[in-house]
């Protein structure tokens, strides 16, 4: 319906209406900054779970839809759930399951690193079996959880993305999902030991491909294909002394 009025005419007569329309106050106690509408008419809370579940129902529909990316996506959004929280892990070796424990430190697009007091673990999920909570592990935050909100930072990311991300390890997991093989080219030269589906090999990583892991101890070098790793353990160097004794005691 046409009122033939101008726009600033029609303008000072909805705001007029506006006025004497009836209001009510809020009954959130919430008083932090946040958008100028709210997310639905439910409490915040009720809305919060909502989130939580359309989000895993819409997982659980494209891992349905997708099966060959089933374990891939259901293990990513578990391990992203456990960031920094302590998880079990079960491989298939062979024919054996073993099980490996530690704290979900990052998570990529086809692996997970988990560390412990005393190694980094790489585990592709290729090999996983299946993953859990360990019983009596509380599920509460860490400090570790906590986003510290940095004003300069954030003028770098807009100023200079690419650069500030790259610089930081906790970026790069925060804005791209890595696969294993770029991941282990950032930590090239580290001492590892490396357990396939029959053997366990130690060295130095000196170089990997798409399809190959290469590592050297002493003279000797190593070719492992990556489709058979089942993990990767760092090694510290009190722990690379008995390895040397024992080659060397083989060479004499």
């Not at 809305?47 to 839809?65: D, V």
């Not at 997708?66 to 259901?74: D, G, H, Q, V």
């Not at 970026?171 to 490396?194: A, C, D, G, P, R």
């Not at 130690?202 to 399809?211: A, C, N």
Request: proline share 3%.
């Amino acid at each position: 319906m046409k009122t033939h009025m101008r726009f600033d005419q029609y303008l000072s007569a909805l705001l007029e209406k506006r006025k004497c329309e009836p209001r009510t106050e809020s009954k959130t106690d919430e008083t932090k900054e946040k958008f100028s509408s709210p997310a639905g008419a439910a409490p915040t809370e009720e809305i919060r779970l909502f989130t939580e579940y359309k989000e895993q129902a819409n997982l659980l529909q494209i891992a349905k839809s997708a099966p060959k990316k089933r374990k891939f996506l259901i293990l990513k959004k578990f391990f992203k759930m456990r960031r920094n929280q302590q998880v079990i892990v079960f491989l298939r070796k062979g024919r054996h399951v073993v099980e490996t424990t530690g704290k979900v430190n990052a998570v990529g697009r086809d692996f997970v690193m988990l560390i412990n007091a005393k190694e980094r673990i790489w585990i592709p999920f290729r090999a996983i079996e299946s993953a859990n909570i360990p019983t009596g592990v509380p599920l509460y935050s860490t400090t570790h959880q906590n986003f510290i909100y940095d004003n300069q930072l954030k003028q770098r990311l807009l100023s200079n993305f690419g650069e500030t991300v790259a610089a930081r390890d906790i970026l790069i997991q925060q804005f791209y999902e890595e696969t294993l093989l770029t991941n282990l080219n950032s930590w090239k030269y580290l001492w590892v030991k490396v357990e396939t589906e029959k053997k366990a090999l130690f060295g130095k990583m000196e170089d990997i491909d798409s399809q190959t892991l290469r590592l050297s101890f002493w003279k000797e070098k190593h070719e492992i294909d990556i489709a058979h790793i089942v993990t990767i353990q760092s090694i510290r160097y009190i722990s690379l002394f008995p390895l040397i004794v024992t080659r060397l005691s083989r060479i004499f």
